[in-house]
């Protein structure tokens, strides 16, 4: 649906030029559907083992890391777009605690969640 270039040119319409904080820059979703992850070979009958190798070899990361970041991005979303307590969104974005998220946020953003929600919330 959309090209390279049409996401590009969303990218530099949208989104901060340079975030501060090391922040990543760009969306997951965004940078999931712009690369072109050779998977068609992928069938429900590869072990775990070679499903995580060929992922990896496609994308650059491992599929939990690939999830991780889903993750991250959707509990972004719940703390700049809702008043949600940290709990209820470590709990609907799949992180086993709060502790789980911290470390996540802190791993992939390079900043705390308590900072985010404050930067971005509406």
């Known amino acids: 649906m959309w090209g390279a270039r049409g996401l590009a040119v969303a990218r530099h319409l949208v989104m901060f030029l340079k ?3 090391g922040q990543a820059q760009f969306s997951t979703v965004c940078r999931c559907r712009t690369r072109r992850i050779g998977l068609a070979h992928c069938t429900v009958g590869m072990s775990e083992r070679s499903f995580s190798r060929r992922y990896a070899e496609a994308t650059g990361i491992t599929p939990a890391r690939a999830v991780e970041r889903l993750q991250v991005e959707a509990a972004r979303r ?3 777009d809702t008043s949600l307590p940290v709990k ?21 953003l390079a900043a705390t969640r308590q900072d985010y929600r404050a930067r971005f919330s509406g």
């Open 19 to 21: 975030r501060p904080g």
């Open 88 to 108: 209820c969104i470590a709990a609907r974005c799949g992180f086993g605690s709060e502790e789980t998220l911290r470390r996540s946020f802190a791993r992939l």
């Open 78 to 80: 719940l703390l700049s």
